[in-house]
């Protein structure tokens, strides 16, 4: 799952090297504009339904944080 | 009752004795009975019944949702539900706590929120349409209404998001929400941060003491040195925006930033400084606006407890919410995937812009400024590879010194063509402003002594423009390091020195308001 998250994002998002850190939202790397796009590309590739309440620094600090949210929302 | 009062510092030097000579487990009620009598003072006792009216629906929806939230888990549990069966147990108690709680309480209180500030034009535009007399209605603005509304959404929500804990006891909620340094003017609080400093043992510490004073110091200092002085040149021009053309009003527009920073900037310092006493450390809410270098950054460093408040609860709700991500979906579907990424910017930053302006101001006007910078930040957001790509076609450094400037310049630039979409009141009034400003071009306003006769003589406004260059200085030596340290590492007298300047630069050059000639008591004699 972590590698077909990174393959989407990294098409969706050129500019953010989602490998750079595993804290991606404390380091600033990603801010609320990406954030609310990465949400909008999972939705629309992984047909899952983000609740607000998942919308926490944990599930975007990292792609394994991301990958593990989207298994959650499959589940 | 206002911060820069002399009742105020009475009220603080009570507040603070009582604070500190009762034991702490009593401390916070001494807070909470403080804040109230504060609220009569300042607001006045009419206002009162609506905010505790207010905070008590807000308080009684939460527990509420967390009851109703603590039983469904129980019945889970019991019921041995898991995984995709105890996610739609629980989703089905959210909605519940959605339909039933939540929507009718935010209802309630947005709908009270919406009558203060939008009634009385309401009225005025009845009176103007029907060409009839105004219908006599007195509407009673309780004082922070937005600022305490607002906080208390932002904590409904997170419980209801299950964010946050709910406040279990209702006066230390009502403390949050009444906390007297935050109430009038923000920072826009975060009651899940403020409660655990509330009930904390807060001993006295002389250091901790000394920097809350400092920085009131510097508060009062560009309110009533800088903000109060501007205001007599800005007021002066703008109460007869027609009898000046040219650069005249554009030295008042760039007068009018530099008021409302000190103004604004210089409340928060005070407060902050009055809660320091206490030992209870409010958000930052201005981090050097005018070093920003865009206008999305500026916005980031200026009323930043509003910009996170916005982004929190209606920007991200908004951009995640399952009906634009459906539409974004049909949108990439027809238009493909760079129209509907597109979409997905521009929806949620001008609904914030919208309701920002709105938040700000009733009238047209604060609508146009909301526009006005949600365009401005989409724009930027949408186009920026293409602003980098004109940059490297020009042959433009954009990692040099002289460019960081201009993008500084140009983002002040920015903020005082949105300060003349509201400064002058309405939309009239700014087109008319403007068909004055390209009217004529006066430089020579600069050197002729025409400055001087707009409210304030020559030297009141070199004091003001001195002080300005003071404050920049004082916020380049902030921006690689805590001043307040650094005085107090200096040796006594230094020490000594700077408060005795700090607080005699106040009492002789500060403004004290109309009918109190401080220029001809204080500083004439000087």
């Given at each position: ?6 393959k ?8 953010v090297?989602?490998?750079?850190s595993?804290?991606?939202v404390?380091?600033g790397?990603l801010?609320s504009?990406?954030?609310t796009?990465?949400?909008a590309t ?17 599930n975007?600090?990292s792609?394994?944080?991301?990958a ?8 | 009752?206002?911060?820069n ?15 500190y000579?009762y ?17 009569i ?8 019944p ?5 905070s ?21 549990q019991d019921?041995?539900?898991?995984g ?10 959210k ?16 709908g ?5 500030k939008?009634?009385?034009?309401l009225?005025?535009?009845i ?11 007195e ?6 209404v937005s600022y305490?509304?607002f ?6 929500l997170?419980?209801?998001w299950r964010?946050t ?9 009502a403390?949050c ?6 109430i009038?003017?923000?920072?826009i609080a ?7 400093q509330?009930?904390?043992e807060?001993?006295?510490d002389y ?6 004073i ?8 560009k309110?009533?040195?800088?903000a ?31 008021q409302i ?9 005070i407060?902050r400084?009055t ?8 958000d930052?809410n201005?981090n050097?606006?005018?070093f ?6 500026f916005?980031r460093?200026?009323?930043?407890t509003?910009?996170?408040w ?17 539409l974004?979906s049909?949108?990439k579907?027809?238009?493909?995937r760079?129209?509907?990424k597109?979409l997905?910017?521009i ?5 914030v812009?919208?309701?920002t302006?709105?938040w ?6 604060y ?8 365009t401005i930040?989409t724009?930027?957001?949408l186009?920026a590879?293409?602003?980098?790509k ?15 400037y ?5 983002t ?20 008319q402003?403007?068909?004055?400003i390209?009217k004529?071009?006066?430089?020579w306003i600069?050197?002729?002594g025409?400055l ?14 001195l002080?300005l260059?003071?404050?920049?200085q004082i ?17 006594i007298?230094i020490r000594w020195?700077?408060y005795?300047a ?12 109309p009918g ?5 008591f204080?500083?004439g004699?000087?």
């Amino acid at each position: 799952m972590e590698e077909r998250v990174l393959k989407v994002l990294s098409e969706e998002f050129p500019e953010v090297d989602f490998t750079a850190s595993n804290e991606l939202v404390d380091d600033g790397i990603l801010d609320s504009l990406t954030i609310t796009g990465i949400i909008a590309t999972l939705t629309m590739e992984f047909g899952i339904t983000i609740p607000y309440e998942e919308i926490i620094e944990e599930n975007f600090n990292s792609i394994s944080g991301l990958a593990k949210m989207v298994e959650r929302l499959q589940a | 009752m206002q911060y820069n009062s002399l009742y105020y510092i009475i009220f603080l030097i009570l507040c603070v004795a009582l604070y500190y000579v009762y034991p702490s487990k009593m401390r916070w009620g001494i807070l909470l009975i403080s804040s109230i009598v504060f609220y009569i003072l300042a607001g006045g006792i009419k206002a009162l019944p609506f905010v505790l009216v207010s905070s008590l629906l807000i308080w009684l929806s939460s527990k509420g949702m967390t009851g109703l939230y603590d039983r469904a888990e129980k019945e889970a549990q019991d019921k041995l539900l898991s995984g995709k069966e105890k996610a739609a147990y629980m989703a089905a108690c959210k909605r519940k706590c959605r339909n039933y709680l939540l929507l009718p309480t935010i209802v309630i209180v947005v709908g009270f929120l919406g009558y203060c500030k939008f009634f009385g034009s309401l009225l005025d535009c009845i009176a103007r349409v029907t060409r009839g007399d105004r219908i006599t209605w007195e509407v009673i603005v309780p004082l922070g209404v937005s600022y305490y509304t607002f906080s208390s959404l932002g904590y409904l929500l997170d419980v209801y998001w299950r964010k946050t804990k709910y406040i279990s006891n209702y006066f230390q909620f009502a403390l949050c929400v009444f906390y007297f340094p935050q109430i009038v003017q923000g920072p826009i609080a975060r009651y899940q941060k403020l409660l655990p400093q509330f009930t904390r043992e807060n001993r006295f510490d002389y250091h901790r003491v000394c920097f809350g004073i400092q920085l009131m110091l510097y508060g009062y200092f560009k309110k009533m040195v800088i903000a109060d002085r501007l205001a007599i040149f800005t007021g002066h021009v703008l109460g007869d925006i027609g009898a000046y053309e040219g650069l005249v009003l554009v030295i008042t527009l760039i007068f009018c930033s530099f008021q409302i920073y000190a103004d604004f900037s210089g409340c928060v310092d005070i407060v902050r400084g009055t809660s320091q006493i206490f030992g209870i450390e409010l958000d930052e809410n201005f981090n050097h606006p005018f070093f920003s270098k865009s206008t999305a950054e500026f916005w980031r460093r200026w009323h930043m407890t509003l910009g996170t408040w916005f982004k929190d609860y209606v920007y991200m709700p908004t951009a995640t919410s399952p009906w634009l991500i459906k539409l974004i979906s049909k949108v990439k579907e027809k238009f493909g995937r760079k129209v509907a990424k597109n979409l997905n910017t521009i929806i949620p930053l001008m609904t914030v812009w919208v309701l920002t302006g709105v938040w700000h101001g009733t009238g047209w006007n604060y609508v146009a400024w909301g526009l006005y910078y949600g365009t401005i930040i989409t724009s930027a957001t949408l186009f920026a590879a293409k602003y980098k790509k004109l940059a490297e076609l020009l042959h433009i450094n954009m990692e040099s010194r002289g460019y960081s400037y201009f993008q500084m310049v140009r983002t002040f630039c920015v903020f005082t063509v949105g300060r003349l979409i509201t400064v002058p009141g309405s939309l009239h009034a700014t087109w008319q402003m403007i068909r004055q400003i390209f009217k004529s071009f006066n430089p020579w306003i600069l050197w002729d002594g025409t400055l001087y006769t707009l409210g304030l003589n020559y030297r009141n406004l070199c004091l003001a423009v001195l002080s300005l260059l003071l404050i920049r200085q004082i916020s380049i030596w902030q921006e690689r390091g805590s001043v307040r340290e650094g005085i107090a590492r200096k040796n006594i007298v230094i020490r000594w020195a700077i408060y005795y300047a700090a607080i005699f630069a106040i009492i002789i050059f500060g403004i004290y308001g109309p009918g109190y000639n401080a220029v001809n008591f204080v500083y004439g004699q000087f």
